[in-house]
């Protein structure tokens, strides 16, 4: 694990999530089981917050208002990069912010921004982890390099943080 501190260790997930269109949002349904479904990532620096729209009349958010504690993680499998971030989950209702977050891709989900079935949901994290190194064919030929070598290899920068 590299030494990187937590200011660097928030932008570096800033840039890894900026780049993701989907993220999977991990809620515990009320079987005990964990349900991760897709969300659709918002164009907003992450500063320690994510934030999310979803029905009111949905699982998540049915599991979310019961059991806040989830994780949500960001993948980018074409530069090798992955962020993966803990919560706790708080269902908003906020006029303001449906309007900064908005776009017309929800059209698709909702009957416009005055739907009664839209429900905000900010995710305050409490801790990450990111994975982010210089793309598949470096990774791949460090892993085979490694596997004739014995050598462990270097596959970029991999860190924990508390948020």
């Known amino acids: 694990m590299s030494e990187v501190t937590h200011e660097e260790a928030v932008k570096t997930m800033a840039k890894i999530i900026k780049d993701v269109k989907f993220a999977m949002l991990t809620t515990r349904t009320a079987g005990g089981e964990l349900y ?95 994975w982010e190194s210089s793309g598949k064919l470096v990774s791949f030929f460090k892993m085979a390099q490694s596997a004739v070598t014995g050598a462990k290899p270097d596959m970029g920068k991999n860190d924990t943080v508390k948020l």
């Open 36 to 130: 991760s479904r897709p969300m659709t990532t918002q164009e907003r620096e992450f500063d320690g917050d994510l934030w999310f729209i979803g029905s009111k009349d949905s699982e998540a958010v049915a599991d979310m208002r019961e059991r806040p504690q989830v994780n949500v993680s960001f993948s980018h499998p074409d530069k090798n990069n992955y962020v993966s971030v803990s919560g706790t989950a708080e269902l908003v209702e906020d006029r303001a912010k449906l309007d900064d977050l908005w776009s017309d891709f929800y059209k698709a989900y909702f009957d416009g921004k005055e739907d009664p079935n839209i429900q905000l949901i900010k995710i305050h994290a409490q801790g990450g982890e990111f």
